[in-house]
């Protein structure tokens, strides 16, 4: 799955801001993501040319639109954040720290220590 990505923390970055942008509108600028990543349109470029290749990200000239893999993949990326982000606050962190670590460890957690997670607040 996605063996092109995954564990790419700055690909997976661009693709859950791709995400996040387009749920109010469908589509997104680029401008938009650099806005939101804080980088140069150029970085930008560079990175939508390697989603497109990988078939998560089209465009139709001036909006970039997340295929429906590419909308599966950024959606279980956001769900990894979000879920690491609450348990991280469950051990009394604050949500401003909480959500500088979910945005580093979303990337390099185990499966298997996100899935420990995920049930741990599902039994709560």
């Known amino acids: 799955m996605n063996r092109n990505l995954r564990g ?3 690909e ?3 693709l ?3 995400l996040l942008l387009s749920e109010q509108t469908g589509f997104v600028h680029r401008v938009e993501i650099a806005n939101k990543m804080g980088v ?3 970085a930008v470029n560079k990175a939508m ?3 497109q290749q990988n078939g998560y990200v089209y ?3 001036k909006h970039l639109y997340l295929t429906e893999t590419g909308k599966a993949y950024a959606k279980k990326i956001f769900e990894r954040h979000c879920i690491i982000q609450k348990f991280i606050q469950t051990l009394g962190v604050s949500p401003a720290v909480a959500e500088a670590d979910a945005c580093k460890m979303e990337h390099a957690i185990s ?3 996100f899935t420990a997670m ?3 607040l599902e039994k709560r």
């Open 118 to 120: 995920k049930n741990f």
């Open 111 to 113: 499966e298997e220590t």
């Open 12 to 14: 997976e970055d661009y």
């Open 49 to 51: 040319k390697l989603l």
């Open 40 to 42: 140069s349109q150029a």
């Open 8 to 10: 790419n923390q700055s």
């Open 59 to 61: 465009e139709d000239g």
């Open 16 to 18: 859950e801001s791709v």
